[in-house]
């Protein structure tokens, strides 16, 4: 998916540096993608070396050389491809909890409530981040953008929402069996 939003972005906000291209992925991005930053320019010289996007050199007075990256004709195709390709949607979560909750008669019932309580705290926090984010962004979104924009932060918070319910149901369990001593794993 990297390359789907390096291409995305320079094609909604034309030629960029490395750095920009990384400040756009925080601030445009990062509430709905894992891209780790420090990644960036290993996939930037990838494209460019696939031919998707091209660079020129650039030199401001005193300034070091900025290399600007814009996407090619080929990499403008290759958008399209990547963004039909997602539609193609294949969804099967997969959670590493399960598998603790699997094996999980060779832990403590405690260490089990305690991890999802922080769980709880953790989602709790993220929600109420992600709900701000929405706000705010939703005020400076340009209204072409508003439905795509709403539609990726409700999938978002719908997910979180659905995650803390499970987080608070199973802690609630988890208390109620152990006070009758009749927890067992599968």
């Not at 972005?9 to 990062?30: A, S, T």
């Not at 963004?83 to 099967?92: D, E, F, G, P, V």
């Amino acid at each position: 998916m990297i390359p789907l939003y390096i291409l995305g972005l320079l094609l909604r906000f034309g030629p960029q540096h490395g750095y920009q291209i990384k400040k756009l992925i925080e601030e445009q991005l990062e509430d709905f993608t894992q891209i780790k930053l420090p990644t960036v320019y290993y996939h930037l010289e990838k494209m460019e070396a696939s031919g998707l996007i091209t660079s020129t050199s650039e030199k401001q007075g005193e300034r070091p050389e900025k290399t600007v990256y814009q996407v090619s004709e080929t990499g403008a195709d290759k958008f399209k491809e990547l963004l039909l390709q997602s539609l193609q949607i294949k969804y099967r979560p997969t959670f590493d909890i399960d598998g603790t909750f699997y094996f999980s008669n060779s832990l403590d019932n405690t260490a089990l409530a305690d991890s999802l309580e922080k769980h709880i705290i953790a989602m709790k926090k993220t929600l109420e981040k992600l709900e701000f984010h929405h706000k705010e962004t939703m005020e400076h979104m340009p209204d072409s953008y508003k439905v795509s924009t709403n539609i990726i932060f409700e999938h978002h918070i719908m997910h979180y929402k659905a995650e803390l319910a499970w987080a608070e149901q199973s802690w609630s369990t988890l208390k109620e069996v152990k006070s009758h001593g009749e927890y067992q794993s599968y």
